[in-house]
């Protein structure tokens, strides 16, 4: 038998390589929300929601000034920011609409439902909310049967949480 990971395992975060540290906090925590725990000088910033330590960190130690990483090349696909509620994620894309950022796409997965967008790098950020398991489509033998739909945008802004 091969090793299995233990359930309770997370993904703790991720660090993402920018070409400019400020344009990246104006996003992530300007227009994501998120907040900075940790600066080093003008080359990295550690962010998180909560008080965590970080969730994200951003640097230009490899990358100031660069271009965005070739679409065509292997690397990060996106990003993925968990909301726990869809009140939430309905807030978060409201505040998206606002800010005339642009959206790439907008999914229902079954089991999650989910708003996509690229950073100013280029790296692609998905914030999603998770269905209750209970709501998770299924297979006559109990396996997921997850898909992607697109997502109601005007029922999920009916959930925001602000004005």
Known sequence: MSYIIPSGTRIGHVHLKVADLQR?????????????TQLYGQQAAFISAGGYHHHIGLNTWYSKD???????????????ILYPERKDLATALQQLLKAGYPLTGASDHGVSEAIYLDDPDGNGVELYWDKPQEQWPRLPDGSLNMYTRSLDLDGLLAEAILD
């Open 24 to 36: 990246s906090l104006d996003f992530y925590c300007g227009l994501l929300g998120f907040e900075v």
């Open 66 to 80: 660069a271009p965005p990483a070739p679409l065509r090349s292997a690397g990060l696909f996106h990003t993925a």
